[in-house]
């Protein structure tokens, strides 16, 4: 038997929503974790949790601040894993990002990505979501459960972060 939705809810497309957002949703993973198959199946994941648990949410209109909660914890449990992995094996060094920006990004581009993985991750979560997926601080702050003020500080410290890596490596 399944849930009935609400009479003022309307139900959630979850096939409609993986297709308008999927591609921006895996750039914002492929960002964060560095690679393009891991970014895939985090987003993947994501939406499956969507699907499987649609009927349980209490604003389907958030659903799309759902499935992107839940790709960047996706990514926090994936570099993690490599953290872990890493510390057994050899020090971790963030990943080549592709081939394809290896050979069109200059030095600059990667000087900046490489500063970005030395950040915090909240620090890099808030500069993904307000600078590469271009969200207003209201979105970033319902999307990492955290208040508006915690977004514009963090936002602040992260680009004061960045002058002095930047600054320090040229």
Known sequence: MTAAVPPHAAPIDVGTLYREHAAGLIRLAMLMVGDAPTAEDVVQDA???????????RDPGGALAYVRSAVLNRCRSALRRRAVAGRFARSYEPPAWSAEDGAI???ERRAVLAAIARL????REVLA??????LPEEEIARTLHISRGTVSSTTSRALRSL????????
Do not use: N, V
């Open 129 to 134: 979501l307000r600078f590469y997926c271009d």
């Open 105 to 107: 990004a200059g030095d």
């Open 47 to 57: 939406f499956l949790g969507l699907h499987r648990h649609h009927d349980a949410l």
């Open 120 to 123: 915090p991750r909240r620090q």
């Open 163 to 170: 002058e002095r890596i930047l600054g320090a490596d040229s």
